[in-house]
Structures are given as structure tokens and as C-alpha cells.
């Protein structure tokens, strides 16, 4: 492509909070929007708009939480963009224009790789997903360069990076501007629809679907059940019988975590281990005997349920992780907690409980622990839980 060559460049059509939110001409903006509200699109026109204006060798970035997300954003961008346009190097992840300017998608969970020169613009998509120590190295990097920055995210608790730096762009700090953009506003700018917002409402819990849709931060950063529901939960062991077992199965790296509830909800016996699959079943048998279970089915659990269901009296049943029912596996949980129809002592179950979050994915809402962390303690807790609720009629007719 020569120099001399000229494009004709049309904005994408985006409504005006998009507009007012992003398209603005101060270096910094924070953008707390809803999800599904139309931040990442902008933000790639954004970004787009930034690079075609820029030289041979400025570089551009795009910082998604993980590496992965930021490989969407790419292809996005690719196919946003007319193909003479851009020649695309898929293993470093770079598009590169004609001018000669290059945009980088880059992920935040490696936060070494967030230090380069020459940075004329970045994004920061899913900000408040971020570690602080990614936040920290794309700053220094602007710093430099006097580089522009959007950062644009769900509300996800106040106990992150982007939650703070928000607050002081709203505050009216030199060189910010702030912006929010709730699941109405959405709604109004014709990308989203209302009935969606409004099944959202209905299905998820208040603070969930407040900080998804609402952009208003919950105090317990984005975590279902709610640290004070959590902690008026404990109580020490129950010394009664067990009435009904959860028991989620160690895969490759966990644990595998059984949890026996007694006929009052209160946790009776607790065990948590790693051994061979034989060693597994072994006490599986040992410890529930007759007493109904709810056992992880999922992949290698599969197998594993049919060996101890074998000569059994039929009182294990299994269960199936997919996003969709481990979701509502969760919110009978959630209920369980905030009705304090469950209690439990001090220690992994807590600590498990504690860390647990929901994230936004293009699916729904999954609800897991954070990356590195188990939860293998909550997943059994949840499994009890639901096989004490289930009424005995339908006991029996979910195990014919
Ligand atoms: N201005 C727009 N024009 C057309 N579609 C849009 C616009 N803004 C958002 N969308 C659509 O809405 C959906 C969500 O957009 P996205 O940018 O992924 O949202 P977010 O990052 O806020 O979750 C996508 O399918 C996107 O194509
Ligand atoms: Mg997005």
C-alpha cells in the first residue's frame, strides 16, 4: 500500500450515549456501563478511529482481563474492518493499517506484557475484571506518552482499581471524564431489549442484576450470596445424623469435597480430600451409606457415579454441571444463605463462600470461583442443599 493512498472512512452507527461516553476529547474516560450495552463495539470503532489517525510504528492496545477475551476483540475488530485494509498477524495478535500503525490486543492477566513504548492510545474492556498490577503497568506506559485511555467495564463491587479511578473521573479530576450507561439507556439507544432487561430482573438476584444492569455496586464485590448472609451462616459442627449428602468430585487439580447436612440444614460432617478414583469411591460408599446424595456427574464423575451407585439402595443420584443449572444449583444456594435455612463452621466452606463471584459471559451468568481459586466446598454445600429441598415424592420420581 502506498502512502499516497486514501480511504474514505464512515462511522459505524452508534447511538449517542455511545457517542457522548467514548467519543470524547479528554485523555481519560471511565465508562461503568451495563452489560450487553454496547461498551466493547464502541470501544473497537474507538480504538480504530485512534489508529487510522496515527503513523508509521504508534502503537495501540487493546487490554481484555484474560488473554482469550482479547483474541474476540480481534476478531471483532477484523471483521469490522475490509480486508485490503489491514494485514493480521494471528499468533502476536496485532492488525496492522495501512499508515502503518499497529493495534494490539493484549491480556490483562499478564501483566508483564503491559509495558511498551509508544502507546498513543489504549482500552481497557472489562476493566473492573482487571488486577491491580495490570492497571498499574498500562498507566506507567501512558505516562510516557501522554496516551489516551478508555476504560470501560460492568460495576463489579468498589473493591477494584476501576471502581476507584470512576469515583475520582466523576469527582470532576483535569483530563477525566466519567460516563454511565445502565441497561435502560441500552434500551433506549435500541441495542437492547427491554423484555431481555426484564427477564434479567426477574431471574437473577437484586444485587446481581443491580450491578449487571444497573451499574449500582453491591458491598460484597460481585459475590451472589453476600458476605453478611455468609457470615451469619456459621455455626460449629452439627453432631446429628446426616440427612443428605453433596459431593462434588476432584478433577484434575481440586479437591474432592463431601458435605452432610443434617435434618436441620446445619453441616454435620465435612471431608475433603484428594486420592485414586478406587480410594475416592471407597469412602464415598463408606461415609454415605444408605443416606440420599447428590453426587457431581460431570465428565470423569460420570463413570464414577455408576460404580458407587452399584449395589446401592438407589440413593445416589447425580448431577450435571453446565453453566445453566449450576446457575440455578447457586441461587438455591443464595436463597438457602440469605434465609439462613443452612449453617456451617469456620473454614474452607467460609472461605470458599467468601471468594465466590459471578462475571457476565456472553452465555449468562456464570458463577464460579475466582481464576486460581477452588470451589469445590460451595458446589458441595449447593448439591446438599438442593437434595435436602427436594420434596420425597419427587425424590422418588427423579431416581425411578
Ligand atoms: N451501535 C450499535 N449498533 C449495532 N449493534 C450494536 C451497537 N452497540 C451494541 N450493539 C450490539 O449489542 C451487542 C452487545 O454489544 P457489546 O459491545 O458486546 O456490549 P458490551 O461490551 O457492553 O457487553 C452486540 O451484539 C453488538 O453488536
Ligand atoms: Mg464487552
Same mark, same amino acid.
Given at each position: 500500500?502506498?502512502?499516497?493512498? %486514501?480511504?474514505?472512512?464512515?462511522?459505524?452507527?452508534?447511538?449517542?450515549?455511545?457517542?457522548?461516553?467514548?467519543?470524547?476529547?479528554?485523555?481519560?474516560?471511565?465508562?461503568?456501563?451495563?452489560?450487553?450495552?454496547?461498551?466493547?463495539?464502541?470501544?473497537?470503532?474507538?480504538?480504530?478511529?485512534?489508529?487510522?489517525?496515527?503513523?508509521?510504528?504508534?502503537?495501540?492496545?487493546?487490554?481484555?482481563?484474560?488473554?482469550?477475551?482479547?483474541?474476540?476483540?480481534?476478531?471483532?475488530?477484523?471483521?469490522?474492518?475490509?480486508?485490503?485494509?489491514?494485514?493480521?498477524?494471528?499468533?502476536?495478535?496485532?492488525?496492522?493499517?495501512?499508515?502503518?500503525?499497529?493495534?494490539?490486543?493484549?491480556?490483562?492477566?499478564?501483566?508483564?506484557?503491559?509495558?511498551?513504548?509508544?502507546?498513543?492510545?489504549?482500552?481497557?474492556?472489562?476493566?473492573?475484571?482487571?488486577?491491580?498490577?495490570?492497571?498499574?503497568?498500562?498507566?506507567?506506559?501512558?505516562?510516557?506518552?501522554?496516551?489516551?485511555?478508555?476504560?470501560?467495564?460492568?460495576?463489579?463491587?468498589?473493591?477494584?482499581?476501576?471502581?476507584?479511578?470512576?469515583?475520582?473521573?466523576?469527582?470532576?479530576?483535569?483530563?477525566? &471524564?466519567?460516563?454511565?450507561?445502565?441497561?435502560?439507556?441500552?434500551?433506549?439507544?435500541?441495542?437492547?431489549?427491554?423484555?431481555?432487561?426484564?427477564?434479567?430482573?426477574?431471574?437473577?438476584?437484586?444485587?446481581?442484576?443491580?450491578?449487571?444492569?444497573?451499574?449500582?455496586?453491591?458491598?460484597?464485590?460481585?459475590?451472589?450470596?453476600?458476605?453478611?448472609?455468609?457470615?451469619?451462616?456459621?455455626?460449629?459442627?452439627?453432631? %446429628?445424623?446426616?440427612?443428605?449428602?453433596?459431593?462434588?468430585?476432584?478433577?484434575?487439580?481440586?479437591?474432592?469435597?463431601?458435605?452432610?447436612?443434617?435434618?436441620?440444614?446445619?453441616?454435620?460432617?465435612?471431608?475433603?480430600?484428594?486420592?485414586?478414583?478406587?480410594?475416592?469411591?471407597?469412602?464415598?460408599?463408606?461415609?454415605?451409606?444408605?443416606?440420599?446424595?447428590?453426587?457431581?456427574?460431570?465428565?470423569?464423575?460420570?463413570?464414577?457415579?455408576?460404580?458407587?451407585?452399584?449395589?446401592?439402595?438407589?440413593?445416589?443420584?447425580?448431577?450435571?454441571?453446565?453453566?445453566?443449572?449450576?446457575?440455578?444449583?447457586?441461587?438455591?444456594?443464595?436463597?438457602?444463605?440469605?434465609?439462613?435455612?443452612? &449453617?456451617?463452621? &469456620?473454614?474452607?466452606?467460609?472461605?470458599?463462600?467468601?471468594?465466590?463471584?459471578?462475571?457476565?459471559?456472553?452465555?449468562?451468568?456464570?458463577?464460579?470461583?475466582?481464576?486460581?481459586?477452588?470451589?469445590?466446598?460451595?458446589?458441595?454445600?449447593?448439591?446438599?442443599?438442593?437434595?435436602?429441598?427436594?420434596?420425597?415424592?419427587?425424590?422418588?420420581?427423579?431416581?425411578?
Amino acid at each position: 500500500m502506498t502512502a499516497q493512498a %486514501k480511504y474514505e472512512y464512515t462511522r459505524p452507527w452508534l447511538y449517542p450515549k455511545q457517542l457522548e461516553a467514548i467519543f470524547h476529547t479528554k485523555r481519560y474516560g471511565m465508562v461503568e456501563a451495563s452489560t450487553k450495552a454496547g461498551k466493547t463495539i464502541s470501544c473497537i470503532v474507538w480504538i480504530f478511529e485512534q489508529a487510522i489517525q496515527g503513523k508509521d510504528g504508534d502503537n495501540y492496545w487493546w487490554v481484555a482481563p484474560i488473554y482469550a477475551q482479547a483474541k474476540i476483540a480481534y476478531r471483532r475488530l477484523k471483521r469490522f474492518t475490509p480486508v485490503h485494509l489491514y494485514k493480521a498477524n494471528e499468533s502476536e495478535l496485532t492488525i496492522t493499517l495501512p499508515n502503518g500503525a499497529v493495534i494490539w490486543f493484549k491480556g490483562a492477566d499478564n501483566p508483564d506484557s503491559l509495558y511498551g513504548e509508544d502507546v498513543k492510545a489504549a482500552v481497557g474492556d472489562e476493566a473492573s475484571r482487571w488486577k491491580d498490577e495490570a492497571f498499574h503497568a498500562l498507566r506507567s506506559t501512558l505516562t510516557a506518552t501522554r496516551g489516551m485511555l478508555r476504560l470501560i467495564g460492568n460495576v463489579k463491587g468498589k473493591k477494584n482499581f476501576f471502581y476507584q479511578m470512576c469515583r475520582r473521573a466523576e469527582s470532576g479530576t483535569q483530563d477525566m &471524564e466519567y460516563h454511565v450507561i445502565t441497561a435502560y439507556d441500552a434500551v433506549a439507544g435500541g441495542v437492547l431489549q427491554l423484555e431481555e432487561v426484564e427477564d434479567a430482573k426477574r431471574q437473577l438476584p437484586e444485587q446481581v442484576f443491580n450491578e449487571l444492569y444497573l451499574c449500582k455496586p453491591s458491598d460484597d464485590g460481585g459475590n451472589p450470596f453476600g458476605i453478611a448472609a455468609i457470615r451469619a451462616c456459621i455455626a460449629p459442627l452439627s453432631n %446429628k445424623p446426616v440427612a443428605a449428602w453433596g459431593i462434588d468430585l476432584a478433577k484434575s487439580y481440586d479437591w474432592t469435597v463431601a458435605i452432610g447436612l443434617d435434618d436441620e440444614g446445619r453441616v454435620a460432617k465435612f471431608e475433603r480430600w484428594q486420592s485414586p478414583w478406587q480410594e475416592t469411591k471407597r469412602r464415598i460408599k463408606a461415609m454415605v451409606g444408605n443416606t440420599p446424595a447428590l453426587i457431581d456427574s460431570t465428565g470423569v464423575g460420570d463413570p464414577v457415579l455408576e460404580d458407587i451407585q452399584e449395589g446401592s439402595q438407589g440413593n445416589f443420584e447425580g448431577f450435571k454441571f453446565s453453566s445453566a443449572s449450576k446457575q440455578q444449583l447457586m441461587e438455591g444456594l443464595a436463597v438457602a444463605i440469605q434465609s439462613q435455612k443452612v &449453617e456451617y463452621p &469456620e473454614g474452607h466452606i467460609v472461605t470458599e463462600l467468601e471468594q465466590f463471584e459471578y462475571e457476565y459471559t456472553r452465555t449468562g451468568v456464570k458463577y464460579s470461583a475466582p481464576q486460581g481459586m477452588h470451589d469445590d466446598c460451595v458446589c458441595a454445600l449447593a448439591l446438599a442443599v438442593s437434595k435436602m429441598s427436594v420434596p420425597k415424592t419427587q425424590m422418588r420420581i427423579r431416581s425411578l
